[in-house]
């Protein structure tokens, strides 16, 4: 049972907008910065957003994060085939003195 | 540009020991936290600890505490997981990551590619 609580499974069509949901509390998202990375099939994972809606250098401007209270949302528009992958959340835990990390969310593109 | 390139894969017995690296490039080893991260075959990510190179502090998660242990080489700029004893539940992918400077420890940046760990009879 992972600490952040992200919805198992997404999908869209070529050319949509998807969000991904991570639900958390004030110990971690509610006080800290949510991390979401991308990993794709037998690879490891890779930064996609820091410091809840940053995206490092490379990331395309497609990929956006956000952050209300204690839940935070990565939003992808431009669907492509290339994004199909899982995704995760992290934030730092303040109880843990460690980062948590959501359960990942498997996005298909349809 | 930041590398983290962890050892090859290890193929182990239950009871046997193991320690497996990662060798950082690309910054200053010793002004950043450096952790470890495991998946286990098709889950998601559990954070086991981290290292502190430039003063060798090491904190390690509840879950992982007293079953591994964690260290670095200041001279090769290299980080450690090892076991003692390894149990076949500790079959998984082992991933190190960059994880924020001295006073700013965060979720991980730059991931090693992985060492995938097999412990089997």
């Known amino acids: 049972q992972s600490v952040l609580t992200q919805p198992p499974s997404a999908s869209g069509t070529p050319g949509q907008r998807v969000t991904i949901s991570c639900s958390g509390s004030?110990?971690?998202?509610?006080?800290?910065?949510v991390y979401w990375y991308q990993q794709l099939p037998g690879t490891a994972p890779k930064l996609l957003i820091y410091?809840?809606?940053q995206r490092p250098s490379g990331v395309p401007d497609r990929f956006s994060g956000s952050k209300s209270g204690t839940s935070a949302s990565l939003a992808i528009s431009g669907l492509q085939s290339e994004d199909e992958a899982d995704y995760y959340c992290?934030?730092?835990?303040?109880?843990?003195?460690?980062?948590?990390f959501g359960g990942g969310t498997k996005l298909t593109v349809l | 540009e930041v590398q983290l390139v962890q050892s090859g894969a290890e193929v182990k017995k239950p009871g046997e020991s193991l320690k497996i690296s990662c060798k950082t490039s690309?910054?200053?080893?010793?002004?950043?936290?450096i952790g470890w991260v495991r998946q286990m075959p098709g889950k998601g990510l559990e954070w086991m600890g981290i290292?502190?190179?430039?003063?060798?502090?090491?904190r390690y998660s509840p879950s992982f505490q007293g079953q591994v242990t964690i260290s670095a080489d200041k001279s090769i700029s290299t980080a450690y997981l090892q076991w003692s004893s390894l149990k076949a539940s500790d079959t998984a992918m082992y991933y190190c990551?960059?994880?924020?400077?001295?006073?700013?420890?965060?979720?991980?940046?730059?991931w090693g590619q992985g060492t995938l760990v097999t412990v089997s009879s």
């Open positions: 990551a960059r994880q924020g400077a001295e006073w700013e420890l965060l979720p991980p940046d730059y």
């Open positions: 690309g910054y200053i080893f010793t002004s950043y936290w």
């Open positions: 290292i502190y190179p430039g003063d060798s502090d090491t």
């Open positions: 004030s110990s971690n998202i509610g006080s800290n910065y």
């Open positions: 410091s809840n809606n």
């Open positions: 992290a934030a730092w835990d303040d109880s843990l003195n460690g980062p948590v």
